[in-house]
């Protein structure tokens, strides 16, 4: 990244924040109430436009629980995508990591071995997988000098075929029932997948907001030659940052695995544009330098409620592709505004 | 996006685009067809079957992506080695146009004596699958239709539309024998965008008004695991109470079946569609109604009227001493009480 195309994307952005690495980190920790306004808007006109439509049937305990549910799997994707954007590089390949890290902590050895012994292998396996293919983009994109998008789009080709290969293009179906129940389980009434999800989100904002890693991830993304001047390793962090989104691919595919029962190359499909585009819509900057765990949750929750609002009110996926659209502009426009107050103040 | 502009970093960033090209190539062409397959079940009797003239057969089908597909490329060469006057010639299978024209042109340069052709694209192979009429090498157009009526000598199909006239014909006997009262029928269909799946959902209609019914609740599924779970989850959302559902496509049946047991939801009768090895087991269990089959034999069938019209002989059953020009399939419905006899057809998802 160089510092010009930083300084014209945030105009872009619509906030003006200031321009020095120190008051930028300085914003950082105090703005998010304000960011965030905007997205809690939006959620809240979203779920006012449920409850208008569908009444009892959305206000309903059991559908929120169902929008948690489906929010969780793409939500902790998205996490570590925040991380990886905010600190200046982009990753295509999360959905073709998903499906790999399904597949191959699916297959018949795996199955066996997990049989014999526990069904964490199966969450070790897909772990391990997410992690190694995030090592490798980090690897290829820190020292190999390769392009993020175009690093991350080789991983998005292979990783995909090799799912394919290893699947044999089948759905492989879990039968360890014990792992099935365990994650389809609830907590004190919350399912086991909102319950990850939400670990992981908290885990997300400390590490970001609270931590030396996380001002790292603002330093490298916002400008790295000052931040390797102050004495960051910039590469070893970016190739961190990477693997901490494959962390999350593998967590996302143990989820995926437990939802549906299967691993298969088809899962994670598309989830690159939808994990990006909650990031983005949830304040962070493409460019990087400026990231929101909290947004990124707002954003994610935005999408999945509204596809279960058309859903109740029996609507078609062309009008729900429409709607999305209008919905990325409305809430980024929203939450623009509110930013600019909250800049304003600060 | 921008980088620093150094001559290394370039020539990093190039090569790294070139890798990435060839990955995506290698990614998209892998593919292999297991023969588990079984016998297409002969219960005609005639001496079509004894062993004629040595016929070559050319057959190009899409990528095998999905268990349907698997299955049809699966039965066609299981349908072939029964056959010692068969010799195929299977191209790899691929999604792009361009590249099965380039098949059927090689086809038609090594003077095969028939092509079965499964388009990618209907549209896009009309016209050399034309070519290859013009040449004298006979044609058989399986599951997707050519736009010209030149363009093929047989045309083999399946029955979208009539899969959903069968869904929707059993929904309305299900309402009969239940007595229900004011039923709520939902449906998940495949991706809203193809044609197959406007046919089908037209067929349900259709079938369902015969009885004064409507489907109450729709949704949209994309032919994947993940996709079913996620819409069956939403839909159940909308309907607290459900009498029939209709799940156009037994792949992502996987992922509905899932969303059910998620919600702790059985009360109503799920209809599947195409005949996986998964639905034929949970109708066996009880824990699903019925499923509609949509035959993934068409290729292997394709296969064998290929032989019959390169042997210029007719179909047994018919008076008529010609292979006809069209066979549009039969989109029969599986329950409990026919399972056994489409066993052998089922196929791995």
Redesign the interface.
């Known amino acids: 990244m160089s510092e010009h195309s930083q300084t014209t994307v945030d105009d872009q952005a619509g906030g003006s924040p200031p321009r020095t690495p120190r008051a930028r980190l300085g914003l950082l920790a105090g703005s998010s109430v304000g960011r965030n306004l905007g997205l809690v808007v939006a959620l809240l006109i979203l779920c006012g436009v449920g409850v208008a439509t569908a009444g009892s049937q959305f206000a309903d305990v059991d559908n929120m629980l169902t929008i948690l549910r489906l929010a969780s799997v793409i939500g902790v994707v998205s996490i570590g995508m925040t991380f990886v954007i905010t600190g200046g590089g982009i990753d295509l390949s999360v959905g073709a990591i998903v499906a790999l890290a399904s597949v191959w902590a699916t297959t018949l050895a795996t199955q066996t071995l997990a049989e014999d012994t526990h069904w964490i292998i199966i969450v070790t396996t897909a772990l391990a997988v997410g992690i190694g293919c995030g090592l490798i983009n980090g690897l290829l994109i820190a020292y190999g000098g390769v392009v993020p998008f175009i690093a991350t789009l080789a991983m998005l080709a292979s990783a995909r075929g090799l799912a394919e290969i290893i699947a044999n293009r089948r759905t492989q179906i879990v039968t360890d029932r014990d792992f099935v129940d365990f994650f389809r389980g609830s907590v004190l009434g919350i399912p086991m997948l909102v319950l990850i999800f939400a670990v992981v989100a908290a885990l997300g904002w400390v590490l970001l907001n609270r931590t030396t890693f996380g001002r790292r991830t603002f330093a490298v993304g916002g400008n790295p030659e000052a931040a390797r001047l102050a004495g960051i390793n910039v590469r070893r962090h970016t190739v961190l940052l990477y693997v901490l989104l494959g962390a999350c691919c593998g967590i996302a595919a143990v989820m995926i695995v437990a939802r549906t029962t299967t691993g298969t190359s088809t899962h994670g499909t598309l989830y690159e544009l939808d994990a990006i585009a909650a990031v983005v819509i949830g304040g962070t900057l493409l460019a990087g330098g400026r990231g929101t765990v909290t947004g990124t949750v707002f954003g994610v929750l935005i999408f999945t409620t509204l596809s279960n609002v058309f859903t109740l009110n029996n609507l078609s996926s062309s009008a729900q592709a429409v709607a999305k659209g209008v919905i990325i502009v409305v809430a980024v426009l929203l939450q623009q505004r509110f930013a600019r107050r909250s800049d304003t103040r600060t | 996006?921008?980088?620093?502009k150094t001559p290394?970093?370039r020539i990093?960033?190039s090569a790294?685009?070139g890798?990435?090209a060839l990955?995506?190539v290698?990614?998209?062409t892998?593919n292999?067809s297991?023969s588990d397959g079984d016998d297409g079940g002969n219960t005609a009797v005639s001496n079509n079957d004894e062993t004629g003239d040595t016929v070559v057969i050319g057959f190009s089908g899409p990528a095998?992506?999905?268990?349907w597909l698997?299955a049809i490329n699966s039965t066609a060469q299981a349908e072939a080695d029964e056959y010692d006057d068969i010799d195929l010639q299977m191209a790899e299978g691929t999604n792009d146009p361009s590249q099965q024209i380039a098949q059927v042109e090689t086809f038609i340069n090594d003077e095969v004596d028939a092509i079965v052709l499964l388009p990618t694209d209907g549209a896009a192979l009309t016209q050399v699958a034309t070519r290859a009429m013009d040449a004298g090498i006979p044609v058989v157009n399986v599951d997707r239709e050519f736009s010209s009526p030149f363009a093929a000598r047989t045309t083999i199909l399946g029955d979208n539309y009539g899969m959903g006239v069968s869904a929707g014909t059993y929904a309305c006997e299900l309402v009969e024998e239940n007595d229900l009262q004011d039923p709520v029928i939902a449906e998940i269909a495949g991706i809203?965008?193809l044609p197959l799946t406007q046919d089908r959902s037209q067929g349900f209609a259709d079938a369902l008004e015969a009885c004064d019914q409507t489907v109450?609740?729709?949704?949209?599924a994309?032919f994947?695991?993940?996709?079913?779970?996620?819409?069956a989850?939403?839909?159940?959302?909308?309907a607290?109470q459900i009498d029939i559902i209709w799940n156009h496509d037994d792949?992502q049946g996987?992922?509905v079946k899932?969303a059910f047991?998620?919600?702790n939801r059985d009360e109503f009768s799920f209809i599947g569609g195409a005949g996986s090895c998964?639905a034929m087991d949970w109708i066996e269990n009880g824990e699903m109604e019925a499923t509609v089959i949509y035959p993934p034999t068409q290729a292997a069938d394709g296969i064998k009227l290929a032989r019959l019209i390169a042997q210029d002989k007719g179909m047994s059953d018919l008076v008529q001493v010609e292979v006809p020009k069209r066979v549009v399939l039969n989109a029969p419905v599986v329950d409990a009480d026919n399972v056994d006899e489409y066993r052998d057809l089922c196929f791995?998802?």
């Open positions: 996006m921008t980088t620093h290394r970093r990093a960033a790294a685009a890798l990435s990955l995506l290698s990614a998209c892998g292999t297991d095998a992506d999905h268990g698997g809203d965008s109450d609740n729709r949704v949209a994309e994947t695991v993940e996709s079913g779970e996620e819409q989850a939403n839909l159940l959302q909308a607290p792949d996987v992922g899932a047991e998620n919600a998964n791995d998802s």
